[in-house]
């Protein structure tokens, strides 16, 4: 089993609809939860981060964490064709050490005019 | 704003050469990191660096080494370049205070012939 496990997609919606993004991980002590957008060439930047159960709202995006189903989820409201992109789930587990992030492979969203 | 910078955009080197990839950041980060990105493999930790003169493994570390002389400074070198090197190389720097940012460089795409 993956330590953090993605769809790969691609996720195709329709612009102005909502696009939900979905990761699940498996170290059950895991405490930090991130969401990275990453455009094709380009490197990973942090869109979301949480840390507690429910859910985190900024803008358009909303994070939401269940730790007891093991799961993290991205919502993207209002999706736009701007959005098309890959999106990469992180978490920071209890059991590494020097506190790396593990990452999943990422879900391809296309957002269509 | 955060800035990470690597020392080359695109690199294409010979089987058995010696590769130095540098990065570099500006904002007194305490973490350095080196991953590679492979399609269908995700973010994968080649090498993490806590502060100056420390560095621990990640989860490929073989066939690399890496150097941190300063802070803001934080090198991979493949000791005898492989055919099975060839990927994109992201630098990423990270503090701990006032959250788990991790800002990513642009990235060095590698090519081993």
């Known amino acids: 089993q993956k330590e953090v496990e993605q769809n790969s997609g691609p996720l195709s919606v329709p612009e102005g609809a909502i696009a939900s993004l979905n990761c699940t991980y498996s170290?059950?002590?895991?405490?930090?939860f991130f969401w990275y957008r990453q455009y094709s060439g380009k490197s990973p930047e942090l869109i979301m981060s949480i840390y507690s159960n429910g859910d985190k709202e900024d803008g358009r995006f909303t994070a939401q964490l269940n730790k007891a189903s093991q799961y993290v989820s991205l919502l993207i409201r209002d999706s736009q064709p701007s959005d098309s992109a890959t999106y990469l789930c992180?978490?920071?587990?209890?059991?590494?050490?020097?506190?790396?992030?593990?990452f999943g492979t990422g879900t391809r969203l296309l957002v269509s005019p | 704003d955060v800035k990470v910078t690597q020392s080359s955009r695109y690199l294409v080197k010979r089987t058995g050469e010696k590769v130095f990839l540098e990065c570099v950041q500006d904002m007194d980060h305490e973490n350095m990191f080196w991953y590679r990105q492979d399609p269908g493999l995700g973010l994968r930790l080649i090498y993490f660096s806590y502060d100056v003169k420390m560095k621990e493994k990640g989860d490929i570390p073989e066939g690399y080494s890496v150097s941190r002389e300063k802070k803001e400074r934080f090198s991979l070198i493949l000791e005898s370049a492989s055919t099975n090197q060839t990927s994109m190389y992201l630098c990423?720097?990270?503090?701990?205070?006032?959250?788990?940012?991790?800002?990513f460089g642009p990235g060095t795409r590698l090519l081993v012939l």
């Open positions: 992180a978490v920071r587990g209890t059991n590494t050490g020097f506190q790396k992030l593990v």
């Open positions: 170290d059950r002590g895991s405490q930090s």
């Open positions: 990423a720097s990270r503090t701990l205070v006032g959250g788990e940012t991790q800002y």
